[in-house]
C-alpha cells in the first residue's frame, strides 16, 4: 500500500477508495503567508515568477473556482453532507464575495478537498487539519460542517519556541493550529499519547505532593480519583506510563541546525507526526498525507510500522522523499513502495497525457527543469519557462507543449509569442509526437539568440522521447542557486 503520488491532490484522492485511510494529517499551503509558500528563488533575488503566480493564483477567484464555488453545494448533497452547512455555505460564499474573494478562493480550494478526505476516511478514522492561526476559524467552521461539531475533538496549539521581538502594535506569534476531527461513531481510534518522565525526582517535584511508602516499600502519593475518593498512586507505575499531554505541544520548529533538516521551506519536525501518528492510529493502519512535501508523515510513518500514502504537487519533493526518507530506511521501489504519476517511458507518458492532459504538461515542463504557468488554459500559449541568467539580468524562454497532434501553426504560435512578449529571449516546444520537417523548418525560420558570442536557436523542439535519452534546452546558465532568506534556504532548482 506504501505509495508516493505525484499530482494535484484533489485528482487523485478522487481515485482513491471510500474509507481506506485510518489517518489524515495535511499541511496545506497557508492563506496569509506568499513567501512561505515560495519554495524556488533564484541568485537575482527575484521569486520566479511562476511560483509567486502559483501560490497566489491559488487564492484568486478564477473561473475554475467560481465554477467549484457553486458545484460545492451539489457535491456536499452527494456525499451526504447535512442541508444546514450546505445552506451555510451558500450564504458565506455570497459574504465573502463581497469582502474578501482571497479567502473565499482558500476556503474554496480547502472545502473540495476535506470533503475527498472525509470519503477516504475509515470510520474509525480521524483527520488532522494544520493551519495558521489567520484561517484557522474559518476552516473549524467548514469543519465542523463536514464531519459535524460533536466530531471536533481538540484544537491542539503547537507552541515553538525562540526568541521573542518587541513588537509595536502585538504579541510576537508563535503558534500554529491543528485541528483535529474524528469521522465519527463510538469506534475512533484514539490511544492518547504520554511523555515519560525522565526520573523518579523530576515526577515526585512536578507532583508536589508527599511521598509515602507502603509495607512492601513501594513508594505512592495520594490522588484524586475523580469521584471524591482518594486513591494511591504507585510512582512506579507513573514512571512506566508517562504523563499524559494536553493540546498544547511544546516542540521546537526545524531551523537551521536541527539534525533532521532536509532544507524544505516549510518542513515540520518528526515528533510533531510520531504524536499525531501514535496517538491516532495503530500499527498496519494507512496513514495518509495529501500535502506531503518533504515527507515527514511519511518518515514518521515508517518509524511506527504504519503503512503510508503521500502526494505533492512538486516533482522536487517526491525526489527528495525518494533520496533521503525513503533511502534511509533502505526501502526497494516496487517491493517497498510504488511512486504514481511520473512516467519512466514515452508510453507512460502518452497514457499520462491520455488520463491528465494538465498533469501530463506539469510534468514534462517539470522535467526539463522549467516551471508551469498554474493556468490550465496556458497563459496565451505559453504553458511554461525555463530562466538562465544572462549578465544580471533573469531571462526567460517560454515553453509550449503539446501531447496530441502537431502542426507547422503550433511553432508559428510560438514565434508569434516570442514578438509580442519583449521580454522572452526564446522559445520551447515539448511534443509526443516527433515534428514534422515543415515544423523543423518553422523553427529554423526563427533565427538565433546570441549571448557573450554563442548562438541559440530561438525556437528549440523537444520530444518527450529526447527527454527521456537526456536531451535538454540549449541556453545559457539555467538559474541554479540556493540562497537564505528569513533564516530559510531554498532549494536548488
Ligand atoms: C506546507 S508544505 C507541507 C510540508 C510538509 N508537512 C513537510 O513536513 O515537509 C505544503 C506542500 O503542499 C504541496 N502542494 C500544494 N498544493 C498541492 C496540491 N494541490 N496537491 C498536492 N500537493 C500540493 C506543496 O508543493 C508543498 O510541498
Known sequence: ????????????????????????????????????????????????????????????????????????????????????????????????????????AYLVYMTVRIIEMYRLLTKSGSLYLH?????????????????????????????????????????????????????????????????????????????????????????????????GKRIKRYIKDALKYGSPIDDVWNIDKINNSSKERLGYPTQKPIALLERIIQASSKEGDVVFDPFCGCGTTVEASIRNNRQWVGCDIAIHSIRLIQDTRIKKY???????????????????????????????QHWSIEKTGGFCSNRKTGDSGIDGRIYFEAGNKLCSMVLSVKGGNIKPTDIRDLRGVLERESDVEMAGFISLHEPTKAMIQEADAAGYYEYQGVKYPRIQLLTITQIFEGKTWYCPSVVKAQRKEGGQTYLNI
Open 1 to 104: 500500500m506504501n505509495k508516493l503520488f505525484y499530482g494535484d491532490n484533489l485528482t487523485i484522492m478522487k481515485k482513491m477508495s471510500s474509507e481506506s485511510v485510518a489517518l489524515i494529517y495535511l499541511d496545506p499551503p497557508f492563506n496569509s503567508n506568499r513567501s512561505y509558500n515560495l519554495l524556488y528563488k533564484n541568485t537575482t533575488g527575484l521569486p520566479i515568477p511562476e511560483q509567486t503566480e502559483a501560490f497566489c493564483d491559488t487564492w484568486e477567484m478564477d473561473f475554475e473556482k467560481s465554477e467549484l464555488a457553486s458545484d460545492i453545494p451539489h457535491i456536499m448533497q452527494e456525499y451526504g453532507i447535512n442541508a444546514d452547512t450546505v445552506h451555510f455555505w451558500h450564504y458565506m460564499v455570497e459574504a465573502l464575495k463581497m469582502t474578501d474573494t482571497k479567502l473565499l
Open 131 to 227: 493551519c495558521d492561526p489567520t484561517a484557522s476559524h474559518y476552516l473549524k467552521v467548514i469543519m465542523d460542517g463536514i464531519f459535524g461539531h460533536k466530531n471536533f475533538k481538540n484544537e491542539i496549539v503547537w507552541h515553538y519556541s525562540g526568541w521573542n521581538k518587541k513588537l509595536k502594535d502585538k504579541f510576537e506569534s508563535r503558534h500554529d493550529v491543528i485541528l483535529y476531527y474524528a469521522k465519527g461513531d463510538n469506534s475512533t481510534q484514539f490511544n492518547g499519547y504520554s511523555i515519560p518522565w525522565e526520573n523518579e525526582t523530576e515526577y515526585i517535584k512536578t507532583r508536589k505532593q508527599k511521598v509515602l511508602v507502603d509495607e512492601n516499600g513501594d513508594k505512592y502519593v495520594m490522588s484524586d480519583a475523580g469521584n
Open 330 to 360: 533502505a526501502l526497494v521501489e516496487g517491493k517497498d513502495y510504488t511512486i504514481e504519476g511520473i512516467p519512466q517511458s514515452t508510453e507512460q507518458a502518452q497514457y499520462l497525457f491520455e488520463q491528465d492532459p494538465f498533469q501530463f
